[in-house]
């Protein structure tokens, strides 16, 4: 039987070193593998390269790295919502490579599928498309993107079994599934950690082959990014 479990988030990310490209799945404050992010900061490791959707927010998330300077670029689409990044990308401590949110996933699956690179419409004349090559299709023209190239990517799902078998919940089925297989060695973590057979294969959103280690998480904060009320008349 393939088993793909490790004991704890130590195991997990054995190998990650100083100056890696990290994937890391989340979108806002939704499917953040935090324990992976907590384990990373205890790690002290540096100069790194973060591929994500967004930069968390002051404390949460991919924040905390920014808050102990371990960031070195941010790839992103969204940055909307943290202090510091903003400070730190400001100052010039920070570098920044801002994506349009579909081609960021495009990239992902790029990789995920073993493509090289591809086609976009997304960025043609605009400063996104500076220094890369574009071409006419049907009238229309497109911008090249080449395929993210990552070591490691950090996912979180909801449920997993020991194959690696992985099932998300809710908003949190966003950039995860996209970035599993997507670098050398995708660790997910998950909130629970079922025996190989307990998933329906119906459900299961990304089989095991995308995965090389699961483990299953502790203490998930579930947080809301903005809370709207409404004020009684």
């Known amino acids: 039987m393939i088993r793909k479990t490790v004991a704890n988030v130590e195991e997990a990310l054995e190998g990650v070193q100083d100056s890696m490209t990290l994937m890391l799945g989340g979108f806002g404050l939704c499917g953040i593998p935090e324990n992976a992010i907590t384990e990373l900061v205890r790690l002290g490791v540096t100069d790194l390269i973060c591929i994500s959707n967004n930069a968390g927010v002051d404390d949460f998330g991919l924040g905390l790295l920014l808050q102990k300077r371990q960031v070195k670029k941010m ?8 202090d510091e990044f903003e400070r730190q990308m400001l100052s010039g401590e920070l570098e920044v490579e801002l994506t349009p949110q579909g081609t960021l996933a495009e990239k992902c699956k790029a990789a995920q599928a073993g493509f090289p690179a591809f086609y976009t419409p997304a960025g043609y004349g605009t400063e996104v498309a500076e220094g890369k090559e574009t ?10 993107e080449e395929a993210f190239k990552a070591d490691f990517s950090f996912v979180k799902a909801w449920k997993g079994d020991a194959a690696g078998n992985l099932v998300f919940k809710g908003t949190a ?4 599934p996209c970035m599993c297989g997507a670098a050398k060695i995708t660790v997910a973590e998950v909130e629970e950690l079922v025996p190989v057979g307990t998933l329906d294969p119906n459900q299961i959103h990304v089989p095991g082959i995308f995965v090389q280690r699961i483990f299953e998480g502790k203490a998930y904060e579930k947080r809301i990014e903005q809370r709207t009320v409404q004020s009684r008349a």
């Not at 790839?75 to 943290?82: A, F, H, Q």
């Open 75 to 82: 790839i992103s689409s969204y940055v909307g919502e943290n």
């Open 173 to 176: 089925r966003n950039f995860n």
């Open 135 to 144: 071409r006419e299709f049907n009238g229309k023209m497109y911008v090249l």
